[in-house]
């Protein structure tokens, strides 16, 4: 029968015979009193575990779906070489499924007076701050027969970012900016446009942009293009209540609205806007406002990163007079809501023209691509009522939808995926149209 190293050396002490071999501890040290003495030896030279001296450093921040390394660095100031299993305990969300064992638990030899490295790798799974819990440490002896272990606290917060999908359209929508900015021609003046050069009148142009005094010193018709201005002012507005809770896929639509939300401030900075943003339910949850073109980003990501749906019904006449008092002056007010009948027509409709009469107003809302193809897959009985409920709750939202259109309101209702770039193409819209 082989053995062992640690059963060879328990046979040698003793003189019980290997096939009759009983492993509680309590019956071995009852009968052999030369093991009894080699296990208090043991546990004797293994290193203390109070004493250690414990930090952190590596990461204090990553996006969703990346991974963060956090350094663990263990001293030991005893005269005991430190022989130690380490487990760093974090949050469940901060591993993906499966993979804690593997990342939390470390194997360490300190010599007396000496310090050692553990790194564990953190891949969160949500949004918001992983805070480390316990290290707990077992220290064994030269022999393996006893352990000394011990816990130690050591604080360290690792905050998860959104991801920000999106940042991939943003070259094609500052393509379309450049083109936009003084390079092609607005055909209607409106407010929110400045001058920018004459060109050759070409069949097509509006009327209207015709410079008659440049086209009488010239021998062609002259007409003026125009350009947006700068420094205009975008408040983002995030609806964090119940409906933000609802899940659409694998997220709830709270993250698809941040995630558009990043996208529209992103390309606005670069504009040369100057973009805030207000997170509100019945209170307000985030509210960043004054920021630098360079800092707003990074800004809004840090503000948001820890917001989570409220199920609580949102406060439409709080969330107005909140939005006034942040945005004094005219204003293009993005509200990331939700286009659901009874909200909308009970909440915001009432209160929609004290935003309307002062600011242009965009209501982006997140559709769900299930509903779509529920209305369009009639195979059996069941997907005929699925499909029956699914075009009643388009027509309900595309009703709401126009109701806010006959406000005033741009209305955006785009898919997750969609939902950005659409957004995007909105407020390029508004600008290219001078009402911004």
Known sequence: ???????????????????????????????????????????????????????????????????????????????????????????????????????????????????????????????????????????????????????????????????????????????????????????IRGEGTEFDSLREYVPGDDTRSIDWRA?????????????????????????????????????????????????????ASRAGDRVDLLAYDRRVRALVQGRSAGDVLPSLVDAIATLEPELVETDARGLTATALRTAPRRSLIVLLTSLDAAPVEEGLLPVLPQLTQRHTVLVAAVADPLVTQMAAFRGNVDAVYEAAAAAQAQTERHRTAEQLRRHGVTVVDATPDALAPTLADAYLALKTAGRL
């Open 1 to 187: 029968m082989a053995l062992t190293g640690r059963a060879a050396l328990l046979a040698a002490l003793g003189s019980l015979p290997v096939g009759i071999w009983d492993p509680g501890w309590s019956g071995i040290l009852a009968v052999n009193a030369p093991l009894a003495v080699a296990c208090a030896c043991d546990y004797a030279l293994a290193a203390p575990v109070r004493r250690l001296g414990l930090t952190r450093s590596g990461d204090t921040s990553v996006r969703l779906g990346e991974s963060a390394d956090v350094t663990l660095t263990v001293t030991n100031p005893s005269r005991r070489l430190l022989r130690a299993r380490l487990r760093d305990a974090w949050p469940p969300s901060s591993w993906q499924p499966g993979s804690e064992m593997s990342a939390s638990r470390h194997r360490l030899t300190v010599p007396p007076g000496e310090r050692r490295r553990a790194t564990t790798r953190l891949r969160p799974t949500r949004r918001g701050d992983r805070q480390a819990d316990r290290v707990t440490i077992r220290s064994y002896g030269p022999l393996g027969l006893f352990a000394r272990q011990g816990t130690h606290k050591v604080p360290w917060t690792v905050r998860v970012l959104p991801p920000f999908t999106s940042r991939k359209h943003l070259p094609s929508k500052l393509a379309r900016l450049r083109e936009l900015d003084g390079r092609t021609s607005v055909l």
């Open 215 to 267: 086209t009488a010193r010239q021998s062609t018709v002259a007409v003026r293009t125009w350009r947006p201005e700068r420094d205009r002012h975008i408040l983002l507005v995030l609806d964090t209540g119940r409906t933000s809770a609802g899940r659409v896929g694998d997220a709830p639509r709270l993250d698809a609205s941040m995630d558009a939300a990043l996208l529209l401030a992103a390309l």
